[in-house]
């Protein structure tokens, strides 16, 4: 069992569902005048769906990465030590058959070709991730980041597609709830987890070099050196630092006291990264991933403080 928690990436499905479930409550708090269309066995659908899907899309990645995972993390080696390579195919395409089943549940419940169509694209994108977009220059490190930044949106995308039609309630209707909700603060969310994963993907290309030449990826430390790619990465993750002072600027977003508190340690941690990139002789990836990590939970939390 301890060894499927590692190869499925336990804590980055727990963040996924933290996240869909930050989305909710904060749509559910954050609008009490109107009536909102919510049936939670559905959305609970949803969230397994997608958790389903990046459980697959972790262990077909490390299929196709056991060569570079000999050098890169030999006592985090799974496929081959713990597990024949043709089994993790076969659980790969059966988590995949599962998704694929549950979409098309969602999309004849809600009469929606949005649910299947994201889940697939998904997992066609996590596929070509690990076959050749990883190989490529930069390519790789953003359709990774828009995947993570995608899981935010679809949660809203749930919602308006369960509540914007044209029943009763729709925003197509004076007194709809769809007029007056404000999704801003989950866009927000979703651009800074798309330039926050963004930077972690290159850290992490930074720490895997060694083990990734031998699989022939051509990362941003590969074409640049360890050095400008680490620059790169610590920069990417102060965009969302002065994207948030502009957006609360011009009114962009709205949010209370406890949610300013949480992104501010957000963006103190986000800047404590560059200054370890600055004072170290190298680039301290180890240190950098974890500092991320709490980042991005930090982040998660203000859904659930902003609904307060």
Known sequence: M???????????????????????????????VHYIEFNALDYGLLVLTTVIIAAAGNLINDYFDVKADRVNRP??????????????IFIHWSLNIAAIFFSIILTIRYNSFLFLFVHLLAMNLLWFYSTYFKKKLFIGNVVIALLTALVPLFSVWYFKTANEGVGQFSPYRPES???SMDYSFVYFTVVCA?????????????????GDKLIHVYSLP?????????????????????????????????????SIFFLSIGATLNLSCLVLHV??????????????KWSMLIGVCTLFTNAL
Not at 194 to 209: C, G, H, M, P, Y
């Open 2 to 32: 301890k060894h499927f928690l590692q190869l499925f990436r336990v804590v980055n499905l727990f963040i996924i569902v933290v996240t869909m479930v930050g989305v909710a409550f904060f749509v559910m708090r954050s609008n009490r």
């Open 75 to 88: 006592k985090r080696l799974i496929i081959t030590r713990h597990l024949k390579k043709r089994w993790a």
């Open 177 to 179: 709830w769809g007029v």
């Open 194 to 210: 798309f330039f926050t994963n963004l930077a972690r993907e290159i850290s992490k290309d930074i720490q895997d070099v060694a």
């Open 222 to 258: 590969m074409k640049y050196g360890v050095k400008k790619a680490g620059w790169i990465a610590v920069l990417i993750l102060q965009i969302p630092l002065f994207m948030g002072i502009a957006a609360f600027q011009i009114n962009w977003v709205e949010a209370n006291w406890l």
């Open 279 to 292: 004072i170290s002789k190298e680039f301290p990836f180890e240190k950098i991933n974890l500092i991320i």
